[in-house]
């Protein structure tokens, strides 16, 4: 048991965080609490990653249930949240954007591709890169070789500075360097359909 000190102010909250048995309670002081917390996380931290994993897989529904409603009440909160924080961290959202066109160039070219159309007013439709490689049998309308997937890359028949538009009709596979030597002239137009 702890002894009660002389100042009845003192006794009181002392007595207060004394449980049963004459333990102390350290969550009935905060500051207690967080560093008891803290510690016995240290302590156990592989324990509580193995039952944080099980009791994901086992409520993976229940949560994705609660997640998606909580993202919903709280929509706006998280906007301002994560547009605060790429304010704050631009360097950050810098470099995420960077590994992700590092990882996904064919996603970055599409996103260029389109952006490009977006801005001379034309119109836009989804187009799929792997889509378009499959569909043309992996074969360059140009020279007719085989693409390689790293040197693949979309040829608008009637180029985008000429008026077309960015949709699956209008794209072809190519060479990145056969689209490049062809530029916006050559005889891509009569592959269009009639």
Not at 26 to 34: F, I, M, N, T
Not at 80 to 89: G, L, S, V
Not at 130 to 146: E, L, N, P, S
Not at 162 to 175: D, F, M, S, Y
């Amino acid at each position: 048991m702890i002894s009660t000190p002389l100042d009845p102010a003192v006794a009181k909250v002392e007595i207060a965080a004394v449980g049963k048995g004459g333990f102390l309670l350290p969550y009935k002081d905060p500051e207690q609490a967080r560093a008891y917390q803290a510690a016995y996380y240290a302590a156990h931290r592989e324990q509580w990653q193995v039952y944080d994993a099980a009791r994901h897989i086992s409520h993976r529904e229940e949560l994705r249930v609660y997640h998606a409603a909580w993202r919903a009440a709280h929509r706006d909160e998280k906007r301002a949240y994560e547009a605060a924080y790429r304010a704050r961290h631009p360097e950050k959202e810098r470099a995420r954007h960077r590994a992700y066109d590092a990882s996904h160039p064919a996603k970055k070219r599409e996103r260029v591709q389109r952006r490009r159309v977006r801005i001379r007013g034309q119109f836009v439709a989804p187009v799929d890169a792997q889509a378009i490689y499959v569909r043309d049998g992996g074969h360059c309308h140009i020279c007719g070789k085989r693409v390689k997937p790293a040197e693949a890359s979309m040829d608008h028949l009637v180029p985008i500075s000429l008026g077309g538009v960015h949709a699956p009709h209008n794209v072809r596979l190519a060479h990145l360097k056969c689209n490049l030597r062809r530029n916006k002239w050559g005889p891509a137009q009569l592959l269009l359909p009639i």
